[in-house]
C-alpha cells in the first residue's frame, strides 16, 4: 500500500485483473451507456438475490433516485437516523421534502424503531433506514411500522453490501435498497452506486431518473435506428460509465473473500479489547451478519475522546468519527433543526471512534492499532 507508514481507516485494493477490465473498456467502443452498465447491474442483483439493480454516478444519486421513484416531493417528510452520513437525509431535500431525524441505539447506532414511531405524522411517506457500519437494522419492526402507517421503507446499506438479516442478503429485505462504490466502501467503482430492488416499474423510473427523464437511451435508440426520444419528467445526468463498472464486476469478484476478511479483523478488534472497560466495541446482533464496513468503538465516559483521535493522528493511525448528527451541520441548524431532538446521537457521537477497518490490514497492525488505543485511552483517561 502507498500511503507510507500511515494506517488509513479505509483503503481500497485494486489488482492486475481491475486494472486489464478497464483497459479493455478503453479500448472498445462503449465507455458510456454500453454494455458493462446492465452486466455490473446483473452481477450485483446475482450476488444479492434481487432482480433489478439500476448502477448511478454514486451512492448519493442512487438514494436521490430512489426517493423520486417513491414519489418523495414539496410537503412530504422522509424519517431518516440522526447518525449517518449527510447523503440520507440530503437526498430528501434535493426532493423538496423535509427529512425528520429519528434517535439511534446507543449500543448499536441503528435507527430506533420506537423513535421512528414517535416522529411519524399526517405528512411522514417513507423512513430510510441505515445499516449504519455495516449491521442491518431492526427490518421486522421498521417493515411493520412502514406498513401500519402505509410508508415507503428504503434501506440505505452503503455500508452493508454483503450483510445479513435473518438469513437474508442486504438488497433483498425491502423494497429499495441503496449501495455506494466509492473507494472506502467494500468494492469500488471510483465513484458509483446502485439501486437494487423487486420491482420493475421502480426499476424503470430510476433508469429514466438516471438519464434526464428521457425514455430511451443512445444505445438503445442506435439499435431501433431512430432519433426520437421523450423526455417524460425532469432527471439528471446520474449514469454511470462503462469504464466504472467493469471495475466494478471484476471487484464484485473477490466481494466474498473481503468480507470474510473485514469479519475476521473486526473479531480479532474483538478479542483484542475483550474485558476492556474503556473501549467497548459497539454491539453486534445475534443471528445477523455484519458486513463491517466499519470497526467501531465508545469509549468510557470519563475518557477525552478528541484528544484520543489526536494521540492516534500523531501515531499515524487514520482513526475517524462517524458521524456527528447530521442536524447539528451548519445547513439543518439555518433550516430550523435544533439540538436535543436526539439525545442518544447526541450523547454517543462524543465518545465514538472508528478503527481501521479494511482488507489489507495486516493481523499485527491491528494489534498495533489497539496497543496504541490502550496507550492513547490511558493519557486520555
Ligand atoms: C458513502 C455513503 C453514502 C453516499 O455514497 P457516495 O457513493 O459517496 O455518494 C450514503 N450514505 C451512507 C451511509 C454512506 O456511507
Known amino acids: 500500500m502507498s ?10 485494493v485494486i489488482d492486475e485483473n481491475d486494472i486489464a477490465a478497464v483497459v479493455s473498456v478503453l479500448r472498445s467502443d462503449w465507455l458510456t451507456t454500453g454494455p458493462k452498465i446492465g452486466e455490473f447491474e446483473e452481477a450485483v442483483c446475482h450476488f444479492t438475490g434481487a432482480a433489478f439493480g439500476v448502477a448511478l454516478s454514486s451512492g448519493t444519486a442512487a438514494l436521490h433516485a430512489a426517493m423520486f421513484a417513491v414519489g418523495i416531493g414539496p410537503g412530504d417528510e422522509v424519517i431518516v437516523p440522526a447518525i449517518t452520513f449527510v447523503a440520507t437525509a440530503n437526498c430528501v431535500v434535493y426532493q423538496g421534502a423535509t427529512p425528520v431525524f429519528a434517535d439511534v441505539l446507543p449500543d448499536t ?17 417513507a423512513v430510510i433506514a ?5 449491521q442491518p437494522c431492526d427490518y421486522d419492526q421498521l417493515q411493520e411500522i412502514s406498513n401500519k402507517h402505509d410508508l415507503r421503507l428504503v434501506s440505505d446499506s452503503c455500508h452493508a453490501l454483503g450483510a445479513e438479516y435473518n438469513g437474508r442478503k442486504t438488497g433483498t429485505i425491502v423494497d429499495l435498497t441503496v449501495f455506494s462504490f466509492h473507494p472506502v466502501k467494500h468494492i469500488t467503482t471510483g465513484e458509483g452506486g446502485m439501486v437494487v430492488t423487486d420491482d420493475p416499474e421502480l426499476a424503470e423510473k430510476m433508469r429514466r431518473f438516471r438519464n434526464h427523464g428521457i425514455n430511451t437511451d443512445h444505445r438503445c435508440r442506435e439499435m431501433l435506428a431512430t432519433f426520437h426520444y421523450d423526455m417524460e419528467e425532469l432527471g439528471y445526468n ?12 471484476s471487484q464484485l469478484n473477490k466481494l466474498a473473500s473481503w468480507l470474510e476478511r473485514r469479519r475476521q479483523i473486526a473479531g480479532l478488534y474483538d478479542s483484542l479489547f475483550a474485558g476492556s472497560e474503556d473501549i467497548m466495541p459497539l ?7 455484519h458486513a463491517f464496513h466499519l470497526y467501531v468503538v465508545r469509549l468510557a465516559d470519563k475518557i477525552d475522546r478528541d484528544q484520543v483521535f489526536q494521540i492516534m493522528r500523531q501515531n499515524n493511525i487514520g482513526v475517524n468519527v462517524h458521524y456527528q448528527p447530521v442536524y447539528l451541520h451548519s445547513f439543518y441548524s439555518r433550516r430550523g433543526y435544533e439540538a436535543g431532538q436526539c439525545p442518544a446521537a447526541e450523547e454517543v457521537y462524543d465518545h465514538i471512534l472508528s478503527l481501521p477497518e479494511f482488507v489489507g490490514l495486516s493481523d499485527r497492525q491491528v494489534k498495533q492499532v489497539a496497543v496504541s488505543l490502550n496507550e492513547a485511552v490511558r493519557q486520555a483517561g
Open 109 to 125: 447506532l441503528l435507527i430506533d424503531p420506537d423513535d421512528v414511531r414517535r416522529k411519524i405524522t399526517s405528512r411522514t411517506k
Open 3 to 12: 500511503v507510507n507508514s500511515i494506517i488509513p481507516y479505509g483503503h481500497q
Open 283 to 289: 454491539r453486534q446482533i445475534a443471528g445477523n451478519q
Open 238 to 249: 446520474y449514469r454511470i460509465s462503462d469504464i466504472q463498472c467493469a471495475l466494478g464486476i
Open 130 to 134: 441505515v445499516d449504519y457500519g455495516g
